[in-house]
């Protein structure tokens, strides 16, 4: 991939959903956090119904594939893997936002997982989460 150079994350976010105003093109994150709370009569797998991740980036150019994969901390197993999603960065000048949405996540125990990133195959962030009951 030449001419190409990866971007730099800033941050990593997870939340409910992440709302662009249509003038400004500003996002507004809803509910941000770190904590999933599994109910008293809850079971596992917990499937959780969505799970937000915003991505802010600068400094890239290029074409890039991003993709996020929600691992098991204690052990390194990947609970979910979305596809990459490649997209144009036209000027390293220029912050990019990225919004993946995950339906149906399934939490296979209580623990702490991370929820990382990758640009091109390459680990770019991560921020982890913690699943409790």
């Not at 956090?33 to 600068?58: E, I, K, S």
């Amino acid at each position: 991939m030449s001419g190409q150079i990866k971007p730099v994350a800033k941050s990593v976010y997870v939340c409910d959903d992440v709302v662009i105003d249509p003038g400004s093109r500003k996002p507004t994150l809803v509910n941000l956090w770190h904590t999933v709370r599994v109910p008293d009569d809850g079971v596992f797998p917990y499937t959780l119904g969505r799970l937000v991740v915003f991505l802010w980036m600068r400094g890239g150019l290029g074409p890039v594939q991003i993709r996020v994969e929600v691992t098991d901390a204690d052990n390194g197993v990947i609970i979910r893997r979305t596809r990459d999603r490649t997209f144009e960065v036209r000027d390293r000048l220029l912050h990019v936002f990225v919004r993946i949405a995950l339906e149906d996540l399934a939490f296979p125990g209580p623990g702490t997982y991370l929820v990382e990133v990758y640009c091109n195959n390459e680990f770019l962030d991560d921020q982890s989460i913690q699943v409790i009951q």
